[in-house]
T-cell receptor, first 110, second 112 residues
Framework: GIQVEQSPPDLILQEGANSTLRCNFSDSVNNLQWFHQNPWGQLINLFY???GTKQNGRLSATTVATERYSLLYISSSQTTDSGVYFC????????????FGTGTQLKVEL | EPEVTQTPSHQVTQMGQEVILRCVPI?????FYWYRQILGQKVEFLVS????????KSEIFDDQFSVERPDGSNFTLKIRSTKLEDSAMYFC??????????FGPGTRLTVT
């Protein structure tokens, strides 16, 4: 099956700092989504971004499908950004199931 | 904004008991999914459902599991005889096409 790797696995930031999270995948995809898992375990949709760039407030994402990676940018981080960030992909021709990466655990400190 | 809902939020059951986890997908969506996340691990696909039948299932989804859309709004996951290793967070998701999926808040299942 498709492999999805995320880096870094853990990240600690001071409030106000910027960060970049990376997602690499091993095959062509027709769906890529970024999620934030909050401390209560809920998966919050951040972006649906199989290609191109999108921005939503302090967050933005870029997917370069031809090079098989996606980046999630967090600017001016806040303590509420803490949690786990997952990238999930649907392989082209692989049915409509999402394969999740192992996540990046982010902690934002005051 | 429409959202996927799940009940209960937390279910505690004894080993060997049957459980039914319930989901109400977004109303105009046609594709439905169940995923699970064992504590501290990544989210794993269990099953997808379209046009009243299973379209794909993972190797995790064995004979102990079943899904059903009993009416026009609910989508259920049944575990016939729970095991300790079934303890996990179970997420329901839905989509209007074969692309962006919207996830519910999850049901935390604890098997004792």
């Amino acid at each position: 099956g498709i492999q999805v790797e995320q880096s870094p696995p853990d990240l600690i930031l001071q409030e106000g700092a910027n960060s970049t999270l990376r997602c690499n995948f091993s095959d062509s995809v027709n769906n890529l989504q970024w999620f934030h898992q909050n401390p209560w375990g809920q998966l919050i949709n951040l972006f649906y971004i199989p290609s191109g760039t999108k921005q939503n407030g302090r967050l933005s994402a870029t997917t370069v499908a031809t090079e098989r990676y996606s980046l999630l940018y967090i600017s001016s981080s806040q303590t509420t950004d803490s949690g786990v960030y997952f990238c999930a992909v649907e392989r082209t021709g692989g049915g409509n199931k999402l394969t999740f990466g192992t996540g990046t655990q982010l902690k934002v400190e005051l | 904004e429409p959202e996927v809902t799940q009940t209960p939020s937390h279910q505690v059951t004894q080993m060997g008991q049957e459980v039914i986890l319930r989901c109400v997908p977004i109303s105009n969506h046609l594709y439905f999914y169940w995923y699970r996340q064992i504590l501290g691990q990544k989210v794993e696909f269990l099953v997808s459902f379209y046009n009243n039948e299973i379209s794909e299932k993972s190797e995790i989804f064995d004979d102990q599991f079943s899904v059903e859309r009993p009416d026009g709004s609910n989508f259920t996951l049944k575990i016939r005889s729970t095991k300790l290793e079934d303890s996990a967070m179970y997420f329901c998701a839905s989509s209007s096409s074969q692309y962006e999926q919207y996830f519910g808040p999850g049901t935390r299942l604890t098997v004792t």
